[in-house]
């Protein structure tokens, strides 16, 4: 049940936005847009998200990259992709990303509790289960993806093509 549980709220499932229908209608300029008030555009957020999913299935993998030395090196400073073929390239990565960690979500209960030794000082002070690690990751996307959701409605691009109205 916790395994269902749990790759279900990865794609989305009870009160928690679908993250891929949250980005993978949109167009390269959409996403590269921005809003006085909000520091980020969908590009940069995605890319974000892409970022700390790939840290951490390596981090569980025992091949942690790099502990970045400030959170700003989680973010892309620009906020438009390059070509649009480097957005549909972030909506590929974000969906295996996903698909990856809902492979872990399934690998059993012994699998889930396996520890992650901390691969820096701060993640000595949390669990680092396997099942640990991906609940923060639903948790992290799933911020993220209301911050996509209001930002697709200042951008009058909500709901996406299957999503909810209301």
């Not at 049940?1 to 989305?12: D, Q």
């Not at 009160?15 to 229908?21: E, K, L, M």
């Not at 073929?85 to 059993?108: H, M, P, T, Y």
Request: glycine content about 6%.
């Amino acid at each position: 049940m916790f395994e269902t549980t749990l790759t279900e709220l990865l794609y989305g499932k009870g009160a928690h936005a679908n993250p891929i229908a949250c980005i993978e209608d949109l167009p390269a300029n959409l996403a590269s847009r921005t809003i006085d008030g909000f520091p980020h555009s969908i590009w940069q957020i995605v890319n974000h998200m892409n970022y700390w999913m790939n840290y951490e299935l390596h981090r569980i993998a025992g091949a942690p990259p790099e502990y970045p030395e400030h959170a700003a090196a989680s973010w892309l400073p620009d906020s438009a992709p390059p070509a649009e073929s480097d957005w549909a390239q972030a909506v590929a990565q974000f969906r295996d990303l996903l698909a990856k960690s809902a492979e872990l979500a399934n690998s059993g209960t012994q699998s889930l509790s396996r520890e992650i030794p901390p691969a820096h000082p701060q993640q000595s002070q949390v669990s680092s289960t396997v099942g640990a690690i991906l609940w923060q990751i639903v948790a992290h996307n799933s911020y993220h993806a209301g911050q996509i959701a209001a930002l697709r409605r200042c951008a009058k691009a909500w709901p996406p093509g299957a999503g909810d109205t209301w």
